[in-house]
């Protein structure tokens, strides 16, 4: 038990430092709340407006595969130093360690959680075939500002 009692003492430490920290802030800290004071704070900016949205889910899970990739990349700098003491054991754990991450990536990539535009709506073809012959560009594209106006004469009349 004696070989503990550093341990003990340390974490016994610790919450006593909480504790006193978290009374003495709440005793000396003044509280005198101002609408200034509650105003979101960036670096010194003060915002003119409310942010027009959140951000998106996708944006914090995409930030967290890049983390994963990150922390990949730094548990491979040290094998890639020792690669060859650590032989075929070596290799054969590194692997396991990077294979799910590529997997989750291919998954990621899978699902469009790297498209960031807007999502696109596809329409349904008629028929279930091919789009018909009859439409050409003089059917599909509307002239704007010719409402009204008389049709122009054609070049086979001239």
């Given amino acids: 038990m004696g070989q503990y009692l550093p341990v003990v003492t340390l974490f016994a430490l610790a919450a006593v430092f909480a504790v006193l920290s978290r009374v003495a802030s709440g005793l000396l ?14 670096c010194g900016i003060v915002p003119s407006r409310e942010p027009p949205e959140r ?6 899970l995409v930030a ?17 130093i020792v690669h060859r003491e650590l032989g075929v054991f070596g290799l054969v754990s590194i692997v396991i360690f990077a294979v799910p991450v ?3 990536f291919a998954y990621e990539i899978a699902n469009g959680g790297l498209n960031w535009g ?9 028929d279930g ?9 003089g059917t599909t594209i509307r002239r704007v500002g010719l409402e009204g106006r008389p049709d122009a004469p ?5």
């Avoid at 800290?29 to 960036?42: D, G, M, N, Q, V």
């Avoid at 990739?69 to 700098?77: A, N, Q, R, S």
């Fill in 102 to 104: 590529f997997v989750s």
């Fill in 64 to 80: 967290m595969l890049f983390i994963v990739f990150d922390i990949e990349i730094v548990f491979l700098y040290p094998y890639a």
């Fill in 154 to 158: 054609s070049e086979d009349a001239a």
């Fill in 29 to 42: 800290a003044p509280s005198r709340p101002t609408a200034a004071k509650s105003a979101p704070y960036e």
């Fill in 55 to 60: 951000f998106p889910v996708r944006f914090y």
């Fill in 129 to 137: 075939g091919m789009v018909s012959a009859a439409r050409t560009p």
């Fill in 118 to 126: 807007p999502i696109r709506q596809l329409r349904p073809v008629a």
